[in-house]
């Protein structure tokens, strides 16, 4: 039987909950030359409520404010990392010390 994720998490690829104020690491393209990775960061700005779902509201890190929404609900991110984050956790404690779940369901 696979381990059921509860349906107010949504997962970084190392499977540690996201959480408001984290910063994720985004895969976004490998380039041509030299065939490196490239990466975007994100904002973990809010959670927000809406019709009958729950969503973070991620900011990109520009000038204008950009954001865009995504729904928790129990999904595991591929390409998407938790970099700085202290949301989750005790005091004193980092986003690396949160459980990290196993993930086996859908992705």
């Given at each position: 039987?696979s381990?059921k994720?509860?349906c107010t ?16 690491k985004?895969?976004?393209?490998t380039a041509?030359?030299?065939r490196e ?6 904002y973990?700005s809010?959670?927000?409520t ?8 991620i ?5 204008n404010g ?5 729904a928790?609900?129990?999904?595991k991110l591929?390409?998407?990392?938790i970099?700085?984050g202290?949301?989750?956790?005790f005091r004193?404690?980092?986003y690396?010390?949160?459980v990290v779940?196993r ?5």
């Amino acid at each position: 039987m696979s381990e059921k994720i509860e349906c107010t998490a949504l997962l970084d690829e190392t499977g540690r909950q996201i959480c408001v104020g984290d910063v994720l690491k985004i895969y976004h393209f490998t380039a041509r030359l030299r065939r490196e990775k490239r990466y975007m960061y994100k904002y973990v700005s809010e959670r927000i409520t809406a019709g009958n779902g729950e969503f973070f509201k991620i900011m990109h890190l520009n000038e204008n404010g950009d954001y865009y929404f995504e729904a928790i609900n129990g999904r595991k991110l591929n390409g998407t990392e938790i970099v700085q984050g202290y949301g989750g956790v005790f005091r004193g404690q980092c986003y690396k010390d949160r459980v990290v779940h196993r993930f086996t369901g859908h992705q």
